[in-house]
């Protein structure tokens, strides 16, 4: 089936530095949405993309939806303490209820 | 404005066992999906429900595993005679249309542990 591949697979970084991470399928999406998952919660849905070459910002969250309808960004701006957590990118291929999940990048923020 | 709503937070079950998990979707929301979350992994979409009716059953395993969405009620996803390899978290979504903006909220999930 299809897959969706992120990476990096983890992130250590320090306060304030920004953070870049990203999603390819081997399928064209119709919609790539971006979520956060803290440890024993469920995951938050962050930005939502459904153009491509869509880029969006919320705060300092930016992502954009590849012209290849193939790939998606997320990047975070002068990272803080509480971005940590997983990110997760996801998307609609061929089937309008079945999103498809990427494996996560675990982001660790230093002090 | 409550968001998804699941329970139990927690579930115990030796195997052999039934487990119950319900979803109450955000209000106004007739568009149900479960997701299943090994450790250190994304979710796997299960089934997709709407009202009564199940739209897409494809992720979810053909024995033991049922869904329902009914008239009145939260969603329901019983697992029959568990097992040791159906410990995971499961999380509800809702949206409230379907199609290509369809956004899906999340509620915070059951984690189910076979003993």
């Known amino acids: 089936g299809q897959q969706l591949n992120q990476s990096p697979q983890s992130m250590f970084i320090q306060e304030g530095e920004d953070v870049s991470m990203n999603c390819t399928s081997s399928s064209i999406f119709n919609t790539w949405l971006w979520y956060k998952q803290d440890p024993g919660e469920g995951p938050v849905l962050l930005i939502a993309?459904?153009?491509?070459?869509e880029l969006t910002s919320n705060g300092r969250l930016t992502a954009q939806f590849g012209i290849t309808r193939k790939d998606s960004f997320l990047n975070i701006s002068a990272s803080i303490p509480s971005d940590v957590g997983i990110y997760f990118c996801a998307g609609y291929s061929d089937s309008w209820g079945k999103l498809q999940f990427g494996a996560g990048t675990q982001v660790v923020v230093t002090p | 404005n409550a968001g998804v709503m699941q329970n139990p937070r927690h579930l115990v079950r030796r195997r052999g066992q039934e487990a119950r998990l319900r979803c109450s979707p955000m209000k106004g929301h007739s568009h149900v999906y479960w997701y299943r979350q090994l450790p250190e992994e994304g979710l796997k979409f299960m089934v997709y429900l709407q009202k009564e009716n199940i739209i897409d059953e494809s992720g979810m395993p053909k024995e033991r595993f049922s869904a329902e969405f009914p008239k009145e009620g939260p969603s329901i996803l019983r697992i029959q005679q568990v097992v040791r390899g159906d410990s995971a978290a499961y999380f509800c979504?809702?949206?409230?249309?379907?199609?290509?903006?369809?956004?899906?909220?999340f509620g915070p999930g059951t984690r189910l542990t076979v003993l």
């Open positions: 979504a809702s949206s409230l249309t379907s199609g290509s903006l369809n956004e899906q909220f």
């Open positions: 993309l459904y153009k491509a070459g």
